[in-house]
């Protein structure tokens, strides 16, 4: 059975300060994605990772693959209160029936000023 | 384009009572998923709808959830009768067909069973 594991679960950082979150998955994927939810909203896909060495950036916020190593980060740089919210990596295997998704617990991060 | 929706928002109903969640996919998309996020842990995955097949009931709890997709079209989940255990965040998504295609996720119904 796949397993995905996140960590840190909660994290409060102050603004301008950077930090990783970790996601560490049990076997073999076709794609790592991570999302961000704001309170009552949809999960807003930010970074879909295909490959070993796939590192995609947007903004204050980088994300990383190591297949070999079954782990991705999710890096903050300087964070802003923007950036509060709920952050979930999710693993897919696709079939021939297409993927469902496997989630971390999420990670809480609350920017502080 | 509309993205998923969801029906209702929240629903705060009594153990024993009836539930019925909708979830709408966005148009044309064949694959329809729900999952569930119960006391703050990971999302996990309940089933799968190929248009309206269950393709995968796998992660269904118990036989009081009933999930249907007539027609291929929205989805309902029923909850019957409801137990304090199913509290939680109730997701819906849907994808394009078969192959690799992102999921698009509703904005979940929020349960509360007391």
């Known amino acids: 059975e796949l397993k995905v594991e996140q960590n840190p679960l909660f994290l409060s950082m102050q603004e301008g300060k950077n930090y990783t979150i970790y996601c560490n998955y049990s076997?073999?994927?076709?794609?790592l994605y991570w999302y961000r939810q704001d309170p009552g909203k949809s999960l807003e896909s930010l970074f879909v990772?295909?490959?070993?060495?796939a590192v995609k950036q947007e903004g204050r916020l980088m994300a990383s693959l190591d297949t070999k190593a079954r782990l991705s980060t999710l890096h903050i740089t300087a964070a802003v209160h923007d950036l509060s919210a709920t952050y979930f990596c999710?693993?897919?295997?696709?079939?021939?029936?297409?993927?469902?998704?496997?989630f971390g617990d999420g990670t809480t991060l609350t920017v502080k000023p | 384009e509309a993205g998923v929706t969801q029906f209702p928002s929240h629903s705060v109903i009594e153990k024993g009572q009836t539930v019925t969640l909708r979830c709408d996919p966005i148009s044309g998309h064949d694959n329809l998923y729900w999952y569930r996020r119960v006391m703050g842990k990971e999302i996990k995955f309940l089933l799968h709808?190929?248009?309206?097949?269950?393709?995968?009931e796998s992660g269904m709890p118990n036989n009081r959830f009933l999930a249907e997709r007539t027609g291929g079209t929205y989805s309902t989940l029923k909850v019957q009768p409801a137990e304090l255990e199913d509290s939680g965040v109730y997701f819906c998504a849907s994808s394009q067909g078969r192959g690799a295609y992102e999921q698009y996720f509703g904005p979940g119904t929020r349960l509360t069973v007391t």
């Open positions: 990772l295909l490959s070993n060495g």
């Open positions: 999710a693993v897919v295997f696709y079939n021939t029936n297409a993927g469902k998704s496997t």
């Open positions: 709808f190929v248009k309206e097949s269950k393709q995968d």
């Open positions: 076997t073999t994927s076709d794609r």
